[in-house]
């Protein structure tokens, strides 16, 4: 079974750096306001470590990952 | 920004005394880099622009005071005199009142026409003035100026742009870069006109008539002045507070009165790693400088001295600027700006002192750090092979 990701990003947190782009297209865009955002509603399997990278290069810690325990849309 | 962080700072850090916050402005505190983006556009709303929404003020504790202005501020009997007459006291004061637009010699400019931006009442003014096809003039090729000039071409106007220089921040970022950027301006349909200081603006029921140094002139339906700002620093200077290009602070922000500080585009600090004194009109220098002053506030003193980044959004690419740009003795280029992949490495000696980059965040990240830590680069190999490169070449070396 794969293993569902949650990734949230603290808006008040967020510089806008764009580290999390660059690490992780698939998973992170930015806003018209400078911030990063959540592109996909589930993290595909394949976009999860660069998902995790992202949330590690972070230079305002802006980014949480977590195991989603929710039920599966 | 710096007094709103400076607040949440005080409480994070666990102080219970009473915080207030005074603004001359009528608004709940919000964010300014819209401004000149988002908010012209139309793709955020000033809501959107709120630092923090209402609630959280009653929820912090902290309470506001909007549209007071700080008449006068007494250093010896720790007094505030308000606008509407009353008198405050306190126990420990930040000042972060920030930049006003400069003008330009004689020129008014607070018609409904010649405009120029720093509150949300000023970008609403201008949004108001950018209808499709009006004929703006933005004065200034600065960053600002170049955002401004994109957000209006975004909403189908026509822009020229006046720069009294033969380019844009030659100064600061080198003479190539500079054209590069007028380059960048011009392929996506802005007039720039350099070497071109404006000498005169008249309005008349035909728009604005601008004239240059040289007697030349043009015609525009709107102005917008974006020569840089100037700091505010009437009321601290009235208070006999030591003030130069800005309000001098320490390290640790406060001022020559030790329990009065100052954070943001105000003060003025010693920048410890490269020597002399720097004022820094960036919106994360704000943030950061106003949580340091929060913490000296409640004696919990530590020197603040990050190296400053910001970022701008014009013509669809963005770019970050770290460092100290005007200390470098040259410039390696790699990349192109209008490919949306370049960076330009400043140095001085084998020392990285700034970067810009489009479309390279990691590598902006990166030499902030080399610059914090004074590191030194592989010169010769970062036209090549980029930051990363050069710091194992140089490590290895």
Known sequence: MQTLMRVDIDQ?????????????????????????????????????????????????????????????? | MAAVHAAETLRLEGFCGRVLLISEENRLPYDRPPLSKALLTGDMTFDGCLLRPASWYDEYGIDLMLGVRVQSLDPHTSRLRLGTGAEIRFDRALIATGARPQTLGGLANSSDTVLALRTADDAEKIRAALVPGTHLAVIGGGFIGAELASSATALGCEVTMFEATAAPMAAVLGERIAHSLVSLYRANGIRVLTGTPVREL????????????????????????????????????????????????????????????????????????????????????????????????????APFGEVPWFWTDQFGLNMQVTGFPHRADRVVERGSIEEGRFAAYYLSGRSLVAALGVGRAGEVHLARRLIAEKAEVACEALADTGLRAAVLYAAEA
């Not at chain 2, 009165?257 to 790693?273: M, Q």
């Open chain 1, 12 to 73: 008040r947190r967020c510089c806008g750096y764009r580290l999390c782009v660059e690490v992780a297209p698939n998973v992170f865009q930015i806003n018209s306001a400078g911030k990063a955002f959540v592109v996909p509603d589930q993290i595909p399997a394949e976009c999860q470590e660069d998902a995790r990278a992202a949330a590690k290069e972070c230079p305002s810690a802006a980014i949480h990952v977590s195991a989603d325990e929710g039920v599966p849309k």
């Open chain 2, 202 to 301: 008249n309005t008349g029921p035909r728009g604005v008539e601008i004239t240059s140094a040289d007697r030349r002139t043009w015609r525009a339906d709107a102005v917008v002045v974006s020569a840089g700002a100037v700091p505010n620093v009437e009321l601290a200077s009235a208070a006999g507070l030591r003030v130069s290009d800005g309000i001098e602070v320490d390290e640790t922000a406060a001022t020559s009165a030790p329990h009065i500080f100052a954070a943001g585009d105000v003060a003025n600090r010693p920048e410890t790693r490269f020597g002399g004194r720097v004022r820094i009109e960036h919106w994360q220098n704000a943030q950061n400088q106003g949580a340091s002053a929060a913490r000296a506030m409640i004696g919990q003193r």
